[in-house]
């Protein structure tokens, strides 16, 4: 492989013309550069200058590696360049989170890529478990989770509480452990964990979310409360999930005697330091939160 500080010498060389003042150019002194020159020709095997005292000209060959070397080199230079950039409102940020917090976000970053276009929002929903998974492989850059990650590589700092919320039928003004019972659940994949955490706190006759008949199931966020608003059953939801259904006039959220929320936790891997856009996005959800 051609060396580049050599080659860099060689190009500066054909540039200036004279070998004083390109050890001036290069702060070196004339011999560095002479070497310089004779380690080129001798790492290609091969007379890049015709040498008539202190005057020069390039050979063929010299001619040729001067063409192609000048392009390389200002490649070189713009990549450099690129790599050294670390612009606050351009580039990708891969992101996860659960889906209510992900309600919540997502409009509002993409009003924020509206405003800087060069911005790219990739954000994916996600329970806890695949979001300590992407971050450990390097597939998202940011993570907001509702549990602190067992992974030793996945750093997590709390960032916003998030409350639980007893959603029924409209219809439903007192929700009673009799009503709640005869009503029945309507499950979601962290159904009986959150139900679990509101409703031990609020009814002593809670034991287990299998006290209710199960009316239904949906693992699609934006649809949960659905079934719930038609007056088949009730759930518990995080507050950001309840507040983007389209339809709250159809909803009862009640507010309990004691009442429940949610940590949410920032999470990247550990020792990682973000480039400027991740800690725009950043900045921003931590206003929104």
């Not at 309840?242 to 949610?262: I, W």
Request: some cysteine; aromatic content about 8%; charged content about 20%.
């Amino acid at each position: 492989m051609i060396n580049i500080t050599w080659l860099r010498t060689f190009c500066t060389l054909v540039e200036i013309g004279h070998f004083t003042h390109t050890a001036e150019r290069l702060y070196m002194t004339q011999s560095g550069v002479s070497q310089h020159i004779r380690k080129l020709e001798s790492q290609l095997e091969i007379d890049l200058l015709i040498r008539q005292g202190k005057q020069f000209s390039l050979t063929d060959a010299g001619e040729h590696l001067y063409r192609e070397a000048e392009d390389i080199l200002q490649r070189l230079s713009r990549l450099e360049q690129r790599i050294g950039d670390d612009p606050y409102n351009e580039g990708l940020v891969r992101i996860m989170s659960p889906g209510s917090v992900g309600l919540k976000l997502y409009p509002k970053l993409l009003t924020l890529q509206e405003q800087h276009p060069q911005l790219v929002i990739d954000y994916r929903f996600a329970p806890n478990t695949d979001i300590e998974q992407a971050l450990s492989k390097h597939e998202i850059d940011i993570g907001f989770m509702t549990t602190i990650s067992d992974d030793e590589t996945v750093s997590c700092k709390p960032v916003a509480q998030e409350a639980l919320l007893l959603v029924t039928p409209v219809t439903m003004m007192e929700p009673s452990w009799e009503a709640l019972t005869k009503l029945g659940f309507i499950d979601h994949p962290d159904g009986a964990h959150h139900a679990s955490l509101l409703l031990s706190a609020n009814y002593p006759e809670f034991g287990h979310i299998n006290d209710f008949i199960k009316k239904g199931f949906s693992n699609q966020i934006g649809m949960i409360l659905e079934p719930v608003s038609r007056g088949l059953g009730f759930t518990v939801l995080p507050a950001h999930a309840v507040a983007a259904y389209p339809n709250p006039q159809l909803l009862k959220c009640h507010q309990l005697p004691v009442s429940v929320s949610e940590t949410l936790y920032f999470a990247v891997r550990r020792q990682q330091v973000l480039p400027n856009r991740m800690q725009t996005v950043l900045n921003e959800v931590k206003k929104w939160l």
